[in-house]
């Protein structure tokens, strides 16, 4: 684990460590297929065999309950290891692409390969899924990596210093550790590709950076993403969902839903659903939600009091508090909260609020829904609740998101099938299965003549060359 020395040395130890890397590169590009499989079954089988250590560690950094590592950290995680080791002969074979009449005589394929020396820059709130997708796709890819675990969850990123030097030399994959001086040192160096788990804020500074060096980036962001209740939803169960995928992890989940839009003529009932639902999950035994074995914590002291100050704004506004509001900074606790009468001057509506507190607003028209949407960033997901699927399409044909999730929340994430990613200010660049694998890889167009020529379009232009060449524009 890394102290704290001068930029300086940082950027001397830092340097070393990517000339390793780079000079190890083109003989990462030429591993097999059961070679990189080889490499992320390391990683599948040290998750199974330290499964408890994964867990104590996130329990330290923010009281993350072992139910919800499983559900959020390694179901996951698994799931792409699996699916990655099931298809990567396949995605690693050039791809045959058709040949167009202007290029017969010619036969042409897309060639997978690596970007080389990639940096993978993790954020806190899933700590350990969220470095260990992209390493492994980053691996099925035949690439060298650094990875930068976040400082605000010290346990876990320890944990995954130890597990990558147990498991790789350092010319493959190596881990630093510390705070943003660490991150800002290691964006100077000229590495291919850059994917970064984060804020739009510092995805900003992160794709600024690599412009430097023309990198490719992957930023997976974040913003504000509604959830839109219409008048045929199912109310119970989108209470369920909704309330479950809010709480998760505290509320610090990128595409949880950050604000609620619920048709004026349920709002009652699914207000009242949701109070339920609430009581259910945290409260079975009327104990408060303090109490609850299953309910995670704000990760840090700075984090509780942003999410606050919050809270205190909308207040201050005119906001009222329906439910929860109870907090304790000695505990970095928050209760599930719902906050109503919020309007766009509060910063509740202009932030990502990244904690379990949730503004609730009416609406009557799904074009009344859709012109708050749209007057925002495009969000990095959009959920909808309905049993009309007209309303359903409207709503999708008239916004633009990541990804979309009906009837349910979250589960996207780990759909192994579909990309994930954001779109402009929630993000740039997909992930998931085979598009991590193309996000980490150059697609090298190759072109080969079989047989033919194309000599006769060759200077000087004569009148028939020019005519040869009139005919194809026009024919071709």
Same mark, same amino acid.
């Given at each position: 684990?890394?102290?704290?020395?001068?930029?300086?040395?940082? !950027?001397? %130890?830092?340097? /070393? +460590?990517?000339?390793?890397?780079?000079?190890?590169?083109?003989?990462?590009?030429?591993? *097999? $297929? =059961?070679?990189?499989?080889?490499?992320?079954?390391?990683?599948?089988?040290?998750?199974?065999?330290?499964?408890?250590?994964?867990?104590?560690?996130?329990?330290?950094?923010?009281?993350?309950?072992?139910?919800?590592?499983?559900?959020?950290?390694?179901?996951?995680?698994?799931?792409?290891?699996?699916?990655?080791?099931?298809?990567?002969?396949?995605?690693?074979?050039?791809?045959?692409?058709?040949?167009?009449?202007?290029?017969?005589?010619?036969?042409?394929?897309?060639?997978?390969?690596?970007?080389?020396?990639?940096?993978?820059?993790?954020?806190?709130?899933?700590?350990?899924?969220?470095?260990?997708?992209? !390493?492994? %796709?980053?691996? /099925? +890819?035949?690439?060298?990596?650094?990875?930068?675990?976040?400082?605000?969850?010290?346990? *876990? $990123? =320890?944990?995954?210093?130890?597990?990558?030097?147990?498991?790789?030399?350092?010319?493959?994959?190596?881990?630093?550790?510390?705070?943003?001086?660490?991150?800002?040192?290691?964006?100077?160096?000229?590495?291919?590709?850059?994917?970064?788990?984060?804020?739009?804020?510092?995805?900003?500074?992160?794709?600024?950076?690599?412009?430097?060096?023309?990198?490719?980036?992957?930023?997976?962001?974040?913003?504000?993403?509604?959830?839109?209740?219409?008048?045929?939803?199912?109310?119970?169960?989108?209470?369920?969902?909704?309330?479950?995928?809010?709480?998760?992890?505290?509320?610090?989940?990128?595409?949880?839903?950050?604000?609620?839009?619920?048709? /004026?003529?349920?709002?009652?009932?699914?207000?009242?659903?949701?109070?339920?639902?609430?009581?259910?999950?945290?409260?079975?035994?009327?104990?408060?939600?303090?109490?609850?074995?299953?309910?995670?914590?704000?990760?840090?002291?700075?984090?509780?009091?942003?999410?606050?100050?919050?809270?205190?704004?909308?207040?201050?506004?005119?906001?009222?508090?329906?439910?929860?509001?109870?907090?304790?900074?000695?505990?970095?606790?928050?209760?599930?909260?719902?906050?109503?009468?919020?309007?766009?001057?509060?910063?509740?509506?202009?932030?990502?609020?990244?904690?379990?507190?949730?503004?609730?607003?009416?609406?009557?028209?799904?074009?009344?829904?859709?012109?708050?949407?749209?007057?925002?960033?495009?969000?990095?997901?959009?959920?909808?609740?309905?049993?009309?699927?007209?309303?359903?399409?409207?709503?999708?044909?008239?916004?633009?998101?990541?990804?979309?999730?009906?009837?349910?929340?979250?589960?996207?994430?780990?759909?192994?099938?579909?990309?994930?990613?954001?779109?402009?200010?929630?993000?740039?660049?997909?992930?998931?299965?085979?598009?991590?694998?193309?996000?980490?890889?150059?697609?090298?167009?190759?072109?080969?003549?079989?047989?033919?020529?194309?000599?006769?379009?060759?200077?000087?232009?004569?009148?028939?060359?020019?005519?040869?060449?009139?005919?194809?524009?026009?024919?071709?």
């Amino acid at each position: 684990m890394l102290t704290t020395p001068t930029s300086t040395d940082y !950027l001397e %130890s830092f340097t /070393a +460590a990517y000339d390793a890397q780079r000079r190890n590169a083109p003989r990462m590009a030429l591993t *097999t $297929a =059961a070679e990189r499989i080889e490499r992320i079954r390391r990683i599948q089988r040290w998750v199974v065999a330290h499964e408890s250590d994964i867990k104590q560690a996130m329990y330290a950094d923010f009281r993350k309950p072992s139910a919800e590592v499983m559900l959020g950290e390694l179901m996951a995680l698994n799931a792409e290891i699996r699916h990655t080791v099931s298809n990567l002969k396949r995605w690693m074979k050039p791809q045959r692409v058709p040949t167009p009449l202007s290029m017969i005589g010619t036969t042409s394929r897309i060639h997978h390969e690596p970007k080389g020396n990639v940096l993978i820059i993790a954020p806190w709130n899933y700590p350990f899924v969220l470095s260990m997708r992209p !390493l492994v %796709s980053a691996l /099925a +890819a035949g690439n060298v990596v650094v990875i930068k675990p976040s400082e605000l969850t010290p346990h *876990t $990123a =320890a944990l995954i210093s130890g597990m990558i030097a147990e498991l790789f030399p350092p010319d493959e994959v190596t881990v630093f550790e510390g705070d943003a001086a660490v991150s800002t040192a290691l964006l100077d160096l000229p590495f291919n590709h850059i994917f970064f788990t984060g804020s739009p804020a510092v995805g900003r500074i992160v794709m600024t950076a690599a412009a430097k060096h023309l990198a490719s980036v992957t930023l997976e962001l974040g913003g504000k993403s509604p959830a839109i209740v219409d008048e045929s939803a199912d109310l119970q169960q989108a209470a369920g969902q909704l309330v479950w995928g809010k709480c998760l992890n505290n509320g610090q989940t990128c595409i949880a839903p950050d604000y609620l839009l619920v048709h /004026a003529s349920v709002k009652a009932s699914l207000m009242d659903a949701m109070k339920k639902t609430l009581d259910r999950m945290y409260s079975p035994d009327g104990q408060p939600v303090a109490a609850s074995d299953s309910y995670a914590r704000i990760v840090n002291r700075s984090h509780f009091r942003r999410i606050k100050n919050l809270i205190e704004d909308a207040l201050t506004k005119g906001a009222t508090i329906t439910l929860g509001g109870q907090t304790n900074e000695a505990d970095n606790f928050i209760e599930p909260t719902f906050l109503e009468n919020v309007t766009d001057d509060m910063r509740i509506m202009q932030d990502e609020i990244f904690g379990p507190v949730l503004p609730v607003l009416t609406y009557r028209t799904l074009d009344d829904a859709l012109r708050i949407v749209n007057q925002r960033e495009k969000p990095l997901a959009l959920y909808i609740h309905s049993r009309n699927r007209q309303h359903t399409q409207y709503i999708i044909d008239r916004t633009s998101a990541g990804d979309t999730v009906v009837n349910d929340v979250l589960l996207h994430f780990g759909h192994v099938e579909l990309p994930f990613g954001g779109v402009n200010n929630s993000g740039l660049g997909k992930s998931n299965g085979f598009f991590s694998f193309q996000e980490f890889s150059n697609q090298r167009g190759i072109l080969k003549r079989q047989f033919g020529t194309l000599k006769f379009l060759y200077p000087p232009y004569t009148d028939r060359v020019k005519k040869a060449v009139d005919f194809l524009v026009r024919h071709f």
